[in-house]
């Protein structure tokens, strides 16, 4: 399960920053986390709250927000959504295709008091 390191880094992240602002408690976090990190939102709140109990951070709330897994063709141009990872362009069928969104994986805003 890589939802537990992955919340570790972000409770050290919302922790560190805190510290830094003198913030008595972390009320929210808003993480951006790309559909290819294959990131459960339910486990890696689920680990977040374990991890968290006794902190600054024990009652924030964890808002996941999960960008979808976009592609650009090289050879035509065309933007489209990869589904299931098959990185074809719906257009041309070429297989040049760049990922333009999807492999996010970070902390995007907190909120404290």
């Given at each position: 399960?890589?939802?537990?390191?992955?919340?570790?880094g972000i409770?050290?992240?919302a922790l560190t920053a805190a510290a830094e602002?003198?913030?008595?408690a972390i009320?929210?976090?808003k993480l951006q986390v790309?559909?290819?990190?294959?990131v459960e939102p339910e486990a890696l709140t689920f680990c977040f709250a374990a991890?968290?109990?006794g902190t600054a951070a024990a009652d924030a709330s964890l808002e996941v927000e999960v960008t979808p897994l976009v592609g650009r063709c090289r050879d035509c141009g065309r933007e489209f959504r990869v589904e299931?990872?098959?990185f074809l362009c719906p257009a041309c069928g070429s297989a040049a295709v760049e990922i333009i969104?999807?492999?996010e994986l970070r902390v995007e805003h907190l909120e404290v008091e």
């Open positions: 399960m890589h939802e537990m390191a992955i919340a570790q409770l050290d992240i602002n003198g913030a008595a009320v929210r976090i790309g559909a290819m990190t294959e991890l968290a109990a299931r990872f098959r969104s999807g492999r």
